[in-house]
T-cell receptor
Framework: GAVVSQHPSRVICKSGTSVKIECRSLDFQATTMFWYRQFPKQSLMLMATSNEGSKATYEQGVEKDKFLINHASLTLSTLTVTSAHPEDSSFYIC?????????????FGNGTRLTVT | GNSVTQMEGPVTLSEEAFLTINCTYTATGYPSLFWYVQYPGEGLQLLLKATKADDKGSNKGFEATYRKETTSFHLEKGSVQVSDSAVYFCALMGGSYIPTFGRGTSLIVHP
């Protein structure tokens, strides 16, 4: 089946530094990638939608200058948390959609646990 | 807009008990419906799906039927195992093409 690889799985950084999270589709081309932030008690918050070669579409309330998303190729999207603060500590998950059929299921990475100290 | 409502958790069951996790949705048009499962510390995995009314998705003993008349997609399993302990997400896609997820329901199965 379709595999999405997300790295790193865990990262600890100091306040004020930047962290980059990579999301790769290993055996398919990802037309669209979604970035989620998962809060305690499970809920998923969609942060942004990215399409290869175009600017990401951010959800309301998500700072695009803080959460930089780049979808430079059909197999790679990156999320950079700039000037991270402790409140950015969370579980970030990417997902990818591989076809032009928007009803096809999403394939998820295993998530990145970010801890900002 | 689209929305998905799931029952509050956690759902706590003994091994071999019957499981139902309720999911209802609001959407324009005819969305596809999905159940995803998340094990601790991992991302989400597709569990099953249904793309049109009256379709039944099934996988690993789990089933869900797309009920257009009640706008529901309840997840069921006849006999749960400890290994089924996880968080389950109901989701829909279609219309706006932005996936919409429920808040997730935690399932805890005791031996």
């Amino acid at each position: 089946g379709a595999v999405v690889s997300q790295h790193p799985s865990r990262v600890i950084c100091k306040s004020g530094t930047s962290v980059k999270i990579e999301c790769r589709s290993l055996d398919f081309q990802a037309t669209t990638m979604f970035w989620y932030r998962q809060f305690p008690k499970q809920s998923l918050m969609l942060m942004a939608t990215s399409n290869e070669g175009s600017k990401a579409t951010y959800e309301q309330g998500v700072e695009k200058d803080k959460f930089l998303i780049n979808h430079a190729s059909l197999t790679l999207s990156t999320l950079t948390v700039t000037s991270a603060h402790p409140e950015d500590s969370s579980f970030y998950i990417c997902s990818a959609q591989g076809t032009d059929d928007y009803n096809s299921p999403l394939h998820f990475g295993n998530g990145t646990r970010l801890t900002v100290t | 807009g689209n929305s998905v409502t799931q029952m509050e958790g956690p759902v706590t069951l003994s091994e071999e008990a019957f499981l139902t996790i309720n999911c209802t949705y609001t959407a324009t048009g005819y969305p596809s419906l999905f159940w995803y499962v998340q094990y601790p510390g991992e991302g989400l995995q597709l569990l099953l799906k249904a793309t049109k009314a009256d379709d039944k998705g099934s996988n690993k003993g789990f089933e869900a039927t797309y009920r257009k008349e009640t706008t529901s997609f309840h997840l069921e399993k006849g006999s749960v195992q400890v290994s089924d302990s996880a968080v389950y997400f109901c989701a829909l896609m279609g219309g706006s093409y932005i996936p919409t997820f429920g808040r997730g329901t935690s399932l805890i199965v005791h031996p």
